[in-house]
């Protein structure tokens, strides 16, 4: 079975170094993305709340509808790194708010968490599988309702012909034909014509004599 990116980059992040290694030489792309966690410290969280849960079901969305890919938490946009007390408490909170993130759930969505040399503190990856539940649609306050697909380094929204086609469902087509004939040369001909949703219609002229 043929190994995507981010599964063969999960084998290489045992330490806070090989995180620090991974931010030197990769960027974000279709397969990585950092974020640094809104609360410094989530020791006493009981939840995860705001731009961390967004990400979070943004991520779940778009990687689990695209080929997967992870989420590190403890990196800032300017891919320094940045470790969190309570990480810990953080990875157990992940897991629970997967089931709350998108519609349907994800059915598999793992974590790993890395220590830091910097007094207890820790980074947390999240590693989103592609889904067998997709197409996988965002149920949290600021983005409900939406559908993502990782692409480049950004989460997008999904067009509304890609998600038609990935829940199975064909585009409507109707199929008009006209049939004349020409009783001077006494040759016949059919015109096809096909109108799509979109209303753009496709002629096929079908001549013989």
Known sequence: MVRQPYEVIIDTLNNENDIKNLTDETEECFYLDYKQAEKDNYT???????????????????FGNALGGILIFGV????????????????????????????????????????????????VIIIIHQSHNRPLQVITNSNTHRYFYRTGESHV?????????????????????????????????????????????????????
């Open 157 to 209: 929204d999904i067009p509304h012909d890609v998600l038609v086609g990935m829940m199975g469902k064909k585009i409507p087509v109707n199929l008009i034909y006209q049939f004349t004939h020409d009783n001077k040369s006494d040759s016949m001909a059919f015109l096809f014509s096909i109108i799509l949703r979109n209303n753009k219609i496709n002629h096929i002229p079908v001549n013989w004599n």
């Open 76 to 123: 800032d946009k300017n891919k320094k790194l940045k470790p969190f007390a309570g990480y810990k408490t953080f990875e157990i909170l992940v897991q629970e708010s997967v089931s709350r993130s998108t519609n349907p759930h994800h059915e598999k969505v793992e974590t790993k968490s890395i220590s830091s040399e910097d007094n207890g503190k820790g980074y």
């Open 44 to 62: 006493q969280a009981k939840s995860i709340k705001g731009s961390d849960l967004d990400n979070i079901a943004k991520s779940i969305s778009g």
